[in-house]
């Protein structure tokens, strides 16, 4: 059965069917290379660490959705690269299964291109992701070529975004915008800010502490200048008989 067959069976699908056990294992093959797994895990590290304080959503890697009672394992569909779930419990899970969520589907879906996989991501994929899944946010990225493309859901069908002057996708869900950075796919603020991975966040807040003691070095330094200065001022008035603490 092809897949196309699959997701026309599930519109038979009855009310009283009886759904497979929620507690499903992820089924995906290794990543592509070590640079798809290093992007996945930029994206995910940035996030996570951007929304902190947040409890409200779920974002995983390499993981499968499981969405459909009658779903068959496939080589040619196979979870998302890296996806997103808005208005959803923060919590380590083994799988997404659809009908243990509440009949949520992924906000927010990227691929990662690689010569294998790059047709399926920009047709089958595509397709399940606009016409089931209902993904609002659709983005493909090729770490090798550096290709980007984006997708919103307009009406039921994907219309492609328009890229800001910088060259970032701006994705409506996250309230960021995507964009290539040294040869990786990293978050921006709608001001144009780099997301810091909590290394980045680390070094930065070195960089600001030396640059302040640095600071407090060069004030020190110049008022013990200025001290010695007037030091010498009140003895050269000393040596003409003048009290300097008169004047």
Known sequence: MTIAQELDDQK???QDVIFPPGDLYSDEPPLESELHLRQIILLLTCLEWLWRDRNDFYAAGNLT????????????????DF????????KTRKSWVVWEEDGKYPNVILEILSDSTA????????????????????FWFDPYTQEFAGFHLVDGEYQPLQASEQGYLWSQQLGLYLGAYQ??????????QLVPTPE??????????????????QAEQKAEQAEQKAERLAAKLRE??????TI
């Open 65 to 80: 959705i499981y969405y459909s009672p009658r779903q068959r394992k496939s080589e040619y569909f196979r979870g998302p």
């Open 119 to 138: 047709n399926t991501d920009k047709g089958l994929k595509k397709e399940i992701y606009q016409n089931t899944f209902r993904t609002l946010d659709y």
């Open 200 to 217: 980045e966040t680390a070094e930065q807040a070195e960089q600001k502490a030396g640059q302040a003691e640095q600071k407090a070095g």
């Open 240 to 245: 003409l008989n003048i009290d300097p603490d």
């Open 183 to 192: 040869g990786l796919l990293r978050f921006f603020t709608r001001d144009g």
């Open 12 to 14: 038979g699908i009855c």
């Open 83 to 90: 996806f997103v779930v808005l208005g959803t419990e923060r």
